[in-house]
């Protein structure tokens, strides 16, 4: 176990934050910030850098593209040009497209607020999960990573580390069960611990930084 511990330590100094942190979102559960996530997400699940994602959020964030209602009121060409400003090259215009339909969906179905998605689903993860996959290009993708983030306001989602988190654990030598790995951590550094799996899931070197190998 202490040796687990100090893998988990060093993972969470060298591997942190969370996306939504890094891309200047800070999370609560309140409409906004969710919604960015929701966008974040959408934008990380396409098959391109989480670098690039990650600034296209911040480009759509500083056009205050930060509301559904305002995602929705903007250009298609605004959309795309923010995300072109971040080289999100490739998938800009469908990307755009999805983003539009996305906020007009989330305006229809839940006045705007995903704190209402939350308690139509009863607030039960899979519920939650199964309801974020109909927005346009979240998909399955998408979702888990709104669901590994969120879990940080939305504690009935805990513990949210799905295959990509568990790769990553495998990757530095910890145990590939969400249950074992939760306890490594308090409750409330979950979602930074997710993301930190990730991100060594992703990144051979950066594994290799944080095992010492």
């Not at 040009?81 to 539009?100: I, M, N, P, V």
Request: aromatic share 4%; proline share 4%; glycine share 8%.
């Amino acid at each position: 176990m202490s040796g687990e511990k100090t893998i988990v330590r060093r993972l969470l100094e060298r591997a942190g934050p969370t996306y939504a942190a890094e891309a200047g979102i800070r999370l609560a559960d309140k409409p906004s910030p969710l919604y960015r996530l929701l966008v974040l997400s959408t934008l990380l699940s396409t098959r391109i850098s989480s670098g690039i994602a990650v600034t296209a959020a911040k480009e759509l964030a500083a056009g205050k593209l930060t509301t559904p209602r305002a995602m929705g009121e903007a250009s298609w060409q605004d959309r795309v040009d923010a995300l072109g400003r971040a080289h999100y090259k490739r998938y800009d215009e469908q990307t755009a497209t999805a983003l539009g339909s996305g906020a007009e969906m989330l305006l229809e179905q839940y006045s705007g607020d995903l704190r209402k998605l939350r308690e139509e689903a009863g607030r039960d993860r899979d519920e939650i999960g199964r309801r974020l996959r109909k927005f346009s290009r979240v998909g399955p993708v998408g979702a888990d990573i709104f669901c590994r983030e969120a879990q940080v306001v939305w504690p009935e989602l805990r513990p949210y580390l799905d295959k990509k988190a568990l790769d990553g654990a495998k990757r530095v030598g910890l145990p590939q069960d969400a249950v074992k790995l939760a306890r490594l951590v308090e409750d409330e550094d979950t979602a930074l611990l997710a993301a930190a799996l990730v991100r060594v899931a992703l990144d051979r070197e950066l594994a290799r930084d944080v095992t010492g190998a």
